[in-house]
C-alpha cells in the first residue's frame, strides 16, 4: 500500500484561514489529517499545540508533515514538520532484553534503518537476572534506580545512535519498546513486587502511550514512548513483537514460535488461533548452569562434531578464536554428538568405556574434558561435569514437554506444524539436528525450523514503519490464549518421559540414530 | 440518579488474583470499573500505574474508590483509594477570568463545597487586558512568563484551599478550568498571536486532559486538568461552562445567555439549536473607559437615583462606603437617570438647561457632578464627561446591535425569548430596567431577566459534581453555531439605528417613559 496510507508520517496540505473558515489551527490540520486517518479522534501533543501556530504558519507552502501514532482508539499528533525541511523524522525500536538491550534508529517516511546500537541492560549491575531485580525494586528507591539505571542507558544509546545517523535527537519523534514483562515493569518503574508471587499477576499488561519527556528520554518533546503489551507475567511484550514480525498470526497453516531462555516461551497458532504458554526451562539451554557456559560472543564454541569412529572432538568457535567458553548451541550439538556417538547413555550419563581418557573425576563428579588446557584461550582445560549434562537434560526435557502440553492443549499433532519459528539469539545459532538428536524439540523436517533473529527488535521495528502492523498488536494480545502450565495435571509426565535421550518413546525420534 | 452513576468518585469491590484469574491488577480494577462506565477504553495515570499493586493489596477489604475522569471517548483512572481511606477525594473548580480568578474545592463524592478563593490575575502585571497580555506572549519568553504567572498564582490559590478546608493537596485529583479563548491559551502556554489578528483563529479549541504535575500545578501526581473548549477566539470556556451550568440547552423554550464585558458574548437557544455570537461593546459596560470607572468593590456607585422634580441626586454604594467610583452597572443606572430626567437627550448629550450647575466645562470638554469632592472619599469630585456618555451610548448601541443580529438570523423575535441569563459580576448588580431604559436591552418583562453569577465558576463545578452534566459540554460546544459579526452586512445599520436613547425606533421600548 502507498506510504501515506501506511507510515506515520503523514503529508498535508492545509487549506489557509479565512473569516469564513475560521476554525482553529488544530481544527483544520485534524480536519486535513482525517481524511487519511479515517477519524475525528486526532489529538495533539501539549507541546506542540504550543507551537503549533507558528509551525504550520512557518511553512510557506502550506504542506506540512505530521508524525502521529496511534493513542487508543484515536491517534496523537506528535510532530509537525514543513514539507520543505530536509531532516528526517526518526523513530527508534528498542529490544529491551533482560541482558541485553538493542536499539534501531528508523527512517519514518522510507522505512529505512540510519542506525543500531546495543548495550548490556544496566541494570545488570543490579543482579544478572529478573528475580535479583525484582527484589532490589521491592522498595521505591530500588524501583527508581533500576528505572533511572535503564533510561540512563537508553539516552546514552539515543546519542550513539544520532551520531552514528548524523540526525539530531530533537527529529526522533517515537519510539516502541518490546521487553519481557518484568522489563517493561522496571523500565516503567511499576512495582513488579507480585510478578514472581502466585498467582504472577503484573500491575498492567497494557501500556498507554507515554510521553518521552516524562519518561526522561532525551528526544524530541512532544515524542511518545509505545511500549508492546504483555499477555501476562510470563509472556511479555517481547514475543509480541516477535510473533508479529513472523506473522505467523496471519497464516493459514499452523505455526509455531519459540523463544529459548531460562525460560521457554511458547506460541501456536494460526489465524484463527493462538495459543501460548511459558515455563522454566532452566538455564543450561542459554549455557548459563556449566562452569564453561557462556552467551554467544568471539571464542565461544557453537559447533562440535565427534568422529564417531575416533571420538576425536572437532571444534568451531564464533569468529574462529581459541576458545574460551561454550554457548547454548554449543551446549546442545556437545549433548548431541556425545550422545550419537555412544559417549552418553539414554539418560545422558557418561559411558565409561566410550569416553576413554577424556573422561575424568573431579571432587567426586565426573567430567568430560572439551578443550585441553593447552588448546583453551584460558590456560584451563575445557570441561563439561555430569551435572552439566543433567541440567540440560532436564532442560530439553522441559523444553520437549511444554511443546507436546501446548500441542495436545490444542489437539493437533508435531506434524501439524508446518514452520517452527526459532526466536533470539538461540535461534540463529542452534542446529536443528543436534536439538533433535537430544530429543529437545520435534522430529521434523529441518526445513520446518526457522530462525528468527532478533525478533523482538523486528516487531519493534515493523511497529514504526506499518501502521497496519502496529494494528495488529493489540488483535495478536487479544487473541492469545495462555495456558497456565503450573495447573496442567499432565505436565509432569510429560517432563519425566521427557529426561531420556531422544525420549522415553523412540519413535518419536525415528531420524535420531546413533552411530555407535 | 444514584452518586455511583454521576460522580467521578467510583467505589469498586474486586475479586481476588488467583492462577485461574491471573489478570493484571490493571484489568481487573478495569474489569470492575467497566460495569458502571460501560466502556473497555479505561486507561491509568502512570504515575497511579506505578503503584497500583501496593495501593490495590492495602485495601484489606478488597474495596477500593477509583478517581476518574473522562479521557476522548475513554475515561483516566487517576486515583485509588482505600475504602477504608476517611480522606476525602476532592477536585478544584477554576474561573480563569482575565481580571479575576476564583477557585472552588469540591468533595468529589458528596458534590459539597468545601472551600473557595479567589486572586486577581496575577498577569495583570503585565496588562490588564487581553491584547496587552497576547502582545506580551509574542515571544517565547514572556509566553513562559505569563504561563507561570498563572500557575503560581493557582499554587497559591491551592494551598489556601486546602488550608481553609483542612485537607492536603494530595487529595486532590481532579481540576476543571474555565476561562474565555485567549486566558485558556496562556494557561497552556499556547501560542495566542492569531486570536487577535483576522481572520482571529486560536491554536486550539479543544485540549486533551493535561496532567496536573505536567502543568507545574502541585496537587496530587496523578492529577489531570480539564480545560473547557472554545467555541473559537471570542467564544471561550468560560461561556460554555455557563450554559452548562444555566442549563439552557436543555429547554424546550428559547433562552438567551449574555455576557457583558469589553465584549459581549452572546448565546441565544434551546434543545434543538444554540447560536453564538460576540461583539466589541467598549469597555464602557465595564467601568473602564471613564476616570472614576472602576471595577465592584466597597465604596463603589452601583446605583443612582435622580428626583425627576428636584433633580437632586441620590447615591448607593456597595456596602455604603463613601464613594470612590462608579461600576458598569451604576454607570447605566446614571445614564438611564439622565435620560429619564431630561438631563441628557436622545442622543445622549448633556441637557444645558435640565443639568444646571452640576454642567461644568472642563478642559474644553462638558462633565456634570455626580458626587461633590466634599462627600467623596477621594477628596475629589467624581464626576463624568460627555465622553463617558457618548462611550455608553455607543456601548449599549453595540449590545443591542449585536442582540439584534443574532435575534434576527435566527429568524425570532425578542418576544420570544423566555429567559434572559445575564452572566458576571456584571449580571448580578445590573438593573434590567436601566439597561431597557437606555435601549442596551430588550424591552421585556423584568422577570425575563435572570442574573447567573459566577457560571463559569458555577458550570466548572458542575463538571466536577456530575459526569452526566461533563458529557454535555462537548456536546454543547458543537452544537453551537457561531454567527461571525464582522462578515455581517446588516450589523452596522442596526448598530447605527441603537445610537439613539432607547433607540431610533421609540415604539420598541414601550415600558420606557420619560419623566421630564
Redesign the interface.
Known sequence: MPDIFDRWVIPVSLPP???????????RLAGALKSVLHTD?I??A?PL??????RL?AAASGKVRCVVMKD???FRVVGVKDIADPSPAAGIAVDLGTTRVVLRLIDLETGAALSETALDNPQISVGPDILARIHFAANDSGRRGLHERIISGLNTAVADLCQKADIVADDIFLMTVAGNTSMTHLF????P??IIR???????????L??AA?LGIAVNPCACVFVFP?V??YFGGDLIAGILYSGLHRRDEIAMLVDVGTNAEVLLGNRDWLVACAGAAGPALEGGMSKIGMTARPGVIDEIRIDPQTRAFQIHTIGDQPPVGICGSGMIDLAAQLFLTGMIDLRGKFVKDACGGRRIEKDGIHQITVVPADQSATGSELAISQTDIDSLVRSKAAMYAILETITAYVGVTFKDIVTFFVAGTFGSFIKPRSAIAIGMIPDLPETTYQPLGNSSLAGASLALTSRAAFDEIDAIRDRITYL?L??NPEFMGRFSAAKFLPHTDPARFPSVVRKN
Chains 1, 2 share one sequence.
Open positions: 484561514p479565512r473569516l469564513t473558515d475560521n476554525r482553529a489551527d488544530a481544527d479522534d489529538t495533539f501539549w499545540l504550543k507551537v503549533l501556530p507558528r504558519r487508543g482508539r484515536g516503567l518503574e511499576i512495582v513486587d507480585w502466585e498467582p504472577y499477576i503484573p500491575a498492567a499488561n497494557r501500556f498507554s507515554i510521553s516524562e504483555n501476562g507475567s497456565e503450573n495447573v
